[in-house]
């Protein structure tokens, strides 16, 4: 990874590990993609790998990005899609040229045009939120109980009630808080 920059956060559903590039959105942000370069780093280790990115193609990818959240938010807690992020899901989805094809190891893996663009990326970017939040996948859609992070997340534990967006950072941070609070309060019942 860059020197200098956070580290990405990957998951297993390639549109939510998207919307982590921008973590703890309701606290000190952390913008994970803040040049085209860390753009162009985060869909190569995504297996999108693109030859180059402008300041405009980062600027679509940011407002993909929010879309995702803003969409994936919304079914998280059941309510109606906003009109305006389906639009830019829907739009990156048709804009982008980029084929599924199965490797012989049976895995499915994108091959993008052949002059590799990032808006064929962000096209598999939207295509993959369109099937998390159209309820496709044997999962569901839930938001980070931490309430500086409140990521969207794609559930698939079993009992489908884990709470956090990754448990090595926010369900950690809140251990800890919650932790530090009771020996705070046990060590003031304790004079």
Same mark, same amino acid.
């Given at each position: 990874m860059s020197a200098g920059f956070p580290d990405f956060r990957l998951g297993s559903v390639l549109a939510t590990s998207f919307t982590g590039t921008l973590s703890e959105r309701h606290g000190n942000a952390v913008e994970r993609i803040p040049t085209p370069r860390r753009l162009v780093d985060w869909l190569a280790v995504s297996g999108l790998a693109v030859d180059s990115c402008t300041a405009a193609q980062?600027?679509?990818?940011?407002?993909?990005?929010?879309?995702i959240h803003a969409a994936a938010t919304a079914a998280?807690? +059941?309510?109606a899609l906003p009109a305006p992020a389906v639009q830019v899901i829907n739009d990156r989805s048709a804009q982008g040229r980029a084929a599924a094809v199965l490797t012989p190891g049976g895995e499915r893996l994108w091959r993008l045009g052949p002059a590799s663009r990032v808006e064929d990326a962000l096209g598999v970017i939207a295509a993959d939120a369109i099937g998390v939040i159209a309820g496709e996948r044997d999962g569901r859609l839930a938001l980070c109980a931490s309430p500086t992070c409140r990521a969207a997340f794609f559930d698939t534990s079993r009992s489908r009630t /884990? =709470?956090?967006c990754e448990m090595n950072?926010?369900?950690? =941070?809140? #251990? #800890?808080? /919650?932790? +530090?609070?009771? +020996?705070?309060r046990n060590a003031g019942s304790a004079r």
């Open positions: 980062l600027d679509l990818a940011r407002e993909l990005r929010e879309s998280a807690i +059941q309510d /884990r =709470r956090w950072t926010c369900g950690n =941070r809140e #251990k #800890k808080a /919650r932790f +530090q609070a009771n +020996q705070r």
